[in-house]
């Protein structure tokens, strides 16, 4: 298949960026009778999706309902309106509440794309109608070669996530028996096998193809888009949209003038590294601070320029105008750096996070965007947006801490390179770090005196079914605490990072880009982060961006071939 248009051509609709949000918009419309193209910057395809977790957060799907779990339209009404505040939308969450489980079967009955459940609580199960279980659904791993020779333009999984290119599943068994490969017969079999057949896959594939997560979702989309016959055009940027007496016609690349009889969708990925926007949304930014995305470099705003050139609205509103994730800036030699997402150590028994000041700030076991968020507000006034993860030895081998990995693999390296920070007690730790020596030693005292009974009374850490879900379910009374006693100690810089932006352009239900003054603009629709996000800048759970991704552009699609809203 053609890599890149060759010349002009003429579809239904002409969609930009490659992304879940894209492809799942592109499948569709395609199943629904319409012609399509997708264009897409990169010279891979997949977006931020084949970096993501590849979870969905459907209220209502029916593998939730297959497995007997309880929850009500009404709990997921009156968990939306409680957590989107003044930004619930009713008629966007009920066609969301509606489509959502039919996307899901849709895509199961007529594509490649499949999902298994998950056990995810809400991230905040506390919140009157959240739920313990059963609202967030995930991609199956994939066999990548499926793609044949587009296997080499699938988005590789974010490098940093993996163990030498290689990916897990969503098991803690999995991961365990890498870490237990010295101790256990069991374990070095299992190890063994997955390394033979992994280097083996490296051999003849040039990389791993057994993926999971959003590297599958990604991968199962584009392998679906491909066997309808619909081009993926890689390395095909847009360059501006073209309009006739007010409607959008088509989109001009470098290799031509794609024209689009219905209508163009903007699929571009939001704007997390479109610099100037940022300086303007993120106060960290604004104040001096730092900020090192996971994201793919590639998510520069472009289709959101595009759409305001022609008068598409899309203003920054939301009180935290991304998904904020903290990252850990790991040393990759020649002065790069890779980011690290903290989604897992911050859970662990026996891990904190403290500013400079030494003082803990938050609940460490809170959703990503949550610890995000309260770092943000917790270094309002400091030029620095930053804090440090603490461990003490026994914790650091048994779990490890950001990219350092647990027992047996060492972390001298690490230490070497910069990327952790060692002290054989926490005053020489503190003086390593820059942290307030006596403030760390305070936080670390009084935390310690709840910590071996269980106890977190300053944040409460544990409370909750979700804090519980990522920590050590082997570890009582309270698998979220634990203490820190023994030395060395080791600390681990975070700085603010995000997974994708929320704001932006302005849309109806249908995903038609909207001007300032509320009118619509023919021809022009917006799905995936580049439309304003229906969850409010806040995030209620796993799989909010990916599910209303989907799920809009499931919704998109059926418009466009006019089988409905």
């Known amino acids: 298949m053609r890599q890149r248009p060759s010349g002009d051509e003429t579809w239904d609709v002409v969609v930009i960026g490659s992304g879940a949000g894209g492809m799942s918009t592109a499948i569709t419309a395609k199943k629904h009778g319409l012609s399509v193209a997708i264009i897409e910057k990169a010279p891979v395809f997949g977006g931020t999706t084949a970096f993501s977790g590849g979870v969905l957060w459907i209220p209502g799907n029916r593998h939730a309902q297959d497995a007997g779990i309880a929850d009500s339209r009404e709990d997921a009404v009156r968990y939306m309106k409680e ?34 459940p998950t056990l995810y609580p809400d991230y905040h199960p506390d919140v009157p109608g959240g739920v313990d279980v059963g609202r967030s659904i995930l991609a199956a791993p994939f066999d990548t070669s499926a793609l044949g020779p587009d296997l080499k333009r699938l988005r590789p999984p974010l490098a940093t996530i993996t163990f030498m290119g290689m990916m897990f599943n969503s098991s803690n068994a999995d991961i365990k028996h890498f870490f237990n490969a010295t101790k256990s017969a069991a374990s070095f079999a299992y190890v063994t096998k997955r390394m033979v057949k992994h280097f083996g896959e490296i051999a003849r594939y040039g990389r791993g193809v057994q993926v999971t997560s959003g590297n599958a979702l990604a991968a199962r989309l584009a392998k679906s888009v491909l066997d309808l016959g619909i081009p993926i055009y890689t390395d095909t940027p847009a360059q501006e949209l073209l309009t006739d007496s007010g409607r959008v016609t088509g989109v001009r690349t470098p290799s031509g003038t794609l024209t689009a009889s219905r209508a163009v969708v903007i699929a571009t990925g939001g704007f997390a590294h479109d610099l100037e926007k940022l300086r303007k949304a993120y106060p960290h930014l604004a104040r001096g601070g730092e900020h090192f995305s996971p994201v793919p470099e590639d998510n520069t705003g472009d289709g959101i320029r595009l759409a305001e050139a022609i008068g598409g609205h899309a203003p920054i509103e939301f009180k935290d105008t991304s998904a904020w994730m903290p990252v850990s800036k790991v040393p990759q030699g020649g002065g790069k750096f890779g980011a690290f997402p903290h989604l897992l150590d911050r859970y662990k028994p026996g891990i904190i996070a403290v500013l400079k000041s030494g003082k803990r700030f938050t609940n460490e076991s809170n959703s990503y965007h949550d610890v995000g968020a309260a770092l943000m507000r917790a270094c309002e006034g400091e030029a620095e947006t930053a804090a440090w993860l603490i461990a003490d030895h026994p914790t650091i081998r048994k779990y490890g801490l950001g990219y350092a990995k647990p027992a047996p693999v ?67 009374p309270n698998p979220c605490v634990g203490p820190i006693t023994t030395g060395p100690f080791y600390a681990l810089r975070i700085i603010m990072g995000d997974l994708g932006t929320f704001d932006g352009l302005r849309t109806d ?39 209303p991704a989907m799920t809009f552009g499931y919704i998109t699609g059926r418009h466009l071939a006019g089988a409905g809203a």
């Open 83 to 116: 957590e989107t505040g003044n930004f619930y939308s009713e008629a966007a969450v009920e066609a969301f509440l509606d489509a959502g489980p039919q996307m899901v079967d849709f895509f199961e009955r007529e594509t490649e794309v499949k999902f298994v």
């Open 410 to 476: 060492p972390v001298g390296s690490f230490v070497n390179n910069g990327y952790l920070k060692r002290g054989a007690t926490l005053a020489e730790l503190a003086r390593e770090t820059g942290i307030d020596p006596a403030g760390l030693e305070a936080t670390v005292a009084a935390y310690n005196t709840g910590a071996g009974r269980g106890e977190d009374p300053e944040f409460g850490r544990g409370r909750t079914a979700f804090n519980r879900y990522l920590a050590d379910p082997e570890h009582g």
């Open 509 to 547: 239900v249908t995903g038609q880009v909207q001007r300032a003054d509320g009118t619509a603009i023919d021809g022009l629709y917006a799905v995936g982060n580049d439309r304003a996000s229906i969850m409010g800048g806040n995030y209620p759970g796993a799989g909010i961006t990916l599910g």
